[in-house]
Every structure is written in structure tokens, then in C-alpha cells.
């Protein structure tokens, strides 16, 4: 995702990961950044949905980072997608299916940066829903929080093209108290609006330059999502969390985070996640009648609206 800049603070990265081959230049590939800080506790392959005992020493292995061992967190979600129920069209555009049905909906973020876009060409091109960036955080040391000044009209033409809209906040949250004030910051700016699809923590490390957030480590950035999720749902909106897969493998603690749904950034024909997730992020350079030049595309296999 596209976002503003500030003036850079000073930074720094600390390293504790558990794999037999990782290629950090991956981040280019699958998504903006990579604070390498912790490994995850995932989920047990003992049953294919469902992990049924903690402890356990699962090894996967990924195209790009290469083998990795992870320790299971009993009660969490596998990923049981599959490459082999993914149909992609002849304008690039995946579908998902299961037992012949497509489970799968066709979506784009926006903001700011994408100008005055034509929503109900978007619809007539496939696109089911929209999520809209409602605001962020400058990344620079003051961490000044900002508006997305398109916001409200996208809103409301993506409303009246009878799009599904959600909504997202660019984070740059340092601790938990960061994370309630972006989360509140969000609230008042949506005014109570109706929401279809979640509202995202779309929390990033800043991997060209220096930010606010690169000493922020697993444990500060699970109680950061925490903090942002449950603040959102305790105001009666559904939550997500926005993580490539880089950093959903090396920093989130899934002891914690098993409950809350993901929304993952995997630029590759299809993600080798262990995890489960909700929404897939599959490019940053797509291309949908009704916006100029490129955007980023999603699919969502999950139905928020029922």
C-alpha cells in the first residue's frame, strides 16, 4: 500500500528467527518490509484444520524464505487453501473455488493516491468490495496522525455504486497506547457509518527509509494489533489485521492472535502460509476499469457480510 511521509527518525532491527534458509531481500516479493524480529507459534498439522495440542515442531517450507520450523499453538486455524482451487482468468483476475463453487470475492484497497475513481465501472468490472483507507500515521518521530482526504467521497460513491466497502488505517503504532489512539482516531472519522468489511490495522515497516517503528518488536506488535482489533470490536465493527507473510511468520504471536482474522500481502502466484487467513492481498500492480493507472487487488475468501 501507498502511503505519506515525514521527516525519518532514528532506527534499528534485532534479528530471532528459527529457519534453515531465509532470503530477506523475500520482503520485495511478498509484501512492504521486513522487521525480522520473532519467529510464530503456529498451528499442528495433526488435524487439517484445526490444531489440537501445543508443542509440536512442524517444518515447512516456503519458495522463497526456504525451510521453516515452527512450534504449534493448540486451538489455532490451518490454512487449507490450495493452488489447485485457484482458476485465474485471462485478465489475471483468481477466483476461488470449492467443490465447484466460487467461494471467493473480488476486491481493491484505495486511497488518496488513486484520484477520482469510477466505482461503478469497478462493479460492472467484478469488483464486489472496496477497502478504503480512512487514515494513518506519519512515520517520522511526532508519529502525527492524518486523514485520508478522499475518504468520505469514496465512501459514499462506492455506496451508491452498491459496492461493499471496509476500511483501513496505516499504522505506525509503537505501543498499545499508539494503537488505541489510531483506533479511536479511525471511530471518529467513520462517524458511525455503516461498514460491510472490516476496519484493518495495516501496520508496516517503513523498509526504504528510517521510521518511528523500527525498534518495535513481535510482543509490541502483537499487543499493538490486540489493542487495535478489540478497541474496533467493542465498538460494534468487525476487525482485521494486514501483515505480508514475512512478517506474519516472524513476528505475530499466534498465542495470541489465533482468534483475530488476517489479511495477507503475498505477491506470488499463490502464498505458502501455514496460517489460516481471511483476505489475500495478491498484487500491488493490478489494473480494474475504473481506476488510472495501478492498484492493489484482493480477494476475500471469507463472507463478512453474513
Known amino acids: 500500500m501507498k502511503h505519506s511521509k515525514t521527516p525519518t527518525p532514528s532506527g534499528g532491527k534485532r534479528a530471532i528467527i528459527i529457519i534453515a534458509v531465509i532470503v530477506l531481500s523475500a520482503a520485495l516479493i511478498i509484501g512492504v518490509g521486513y522487521g525480522a524480529m520473532r519467529i510464530l507459534n503456529p498451528k499442528s498439522t495433526t488435524d487439517p484444520t484445526l490444531a489440537t495440542a501445543a508443542g509440536e515442531v512442524v517444518t515447512i517450507n516456503d519458495s522463497v524464505m526456504g525451510d521453516i520450523e515452527l512450534q504449534t499453538v493448540k486451538g ?23 467443490n465447484g463453487k466460487k467461494i471467493s470475492h473480488l476486491g481493491v484497497d484505495l486511497s488518496e493516491f488513486q484520484g477520482d475513481v469510477d466505482f461503478a465501472a469497478m462493479k460492472e468490472a467484478g469488483v464486489e468490495f472496496v477497502m ?6 506519519y512515520y517520522g518521530d511526532d508519529g502525527v496522525l492524518y486523514t485520508d482526504k478522499n475518504f468520505d467521497t469514496n465512501y459514499e460513491k462506492a455506496k451508491a455504486a452498491g459496492l461493499k466497502v471496509g476500511a483501513y488505517f496505516f499504522s505506525q503504532a509503537i505501543s498499545a497506547e499508539d494503537a488505541k489512539q489510531e483506533a479511536n482516531y479511525t471511530l471518529e472519522k467513520l462517524n458511525k457509518r455503516q461498514l460491510d468489511y472490516p476496519i484493518a490495522l495495516d501496520w508496516e515497516n517503513i523498509a526504504e527509509e528510517e521510521a518511528r517503528t523500527d525498534k518495535v518488536t513481535g510482543d509490541q506488535l502483537t499487543d499493538i494489533a ?28 499466534f498465542e495470541t492472535m489465533k482468534d483475530y482474522d488476517f489479511w495477507l500481502a503475498d505477491y506470488r502466484e499463490f502464498p505458502t502460509m501455514y496460517y489460516k487467513f481471511d483476505m489475500w492481498q495478491y498484487t500491488m500492480t493490478g489494473s480494474i476499469a475504473g481506476v488510472e493507472g495501478t492498484v492493489d487487488m484482493n480477494i476475500s475468501f471469507t463472507d463478512f457480510t453474513d
Do not use: H, W
Request: hydrophobic share 35%; with cysteine; net charge negative.
Open 76 to 98: 489455532a486455524e490451518v490454512n487449507t487453501y490450495t493452488a489447485d482451487n485457484l482458476v485465474t482468468d485471462e485478465n489475471g483476475i483468481p477466483a476461488y473455488y470449492e
Open 132 to 137: 478504503l483507507r480512512i487514515g494513518g500515521r
Open 226 to 253: 490486540e489493542t487495535f482489533c478489540d478497541t474496533i470490536e467493542a465498538a460494534g465493527y468487525k476487525s482485521i489485521v494486514y501483515s505480508n507473510t514475512q512478517q506474519m511468520f516472524i513476528m505475530y504471536d
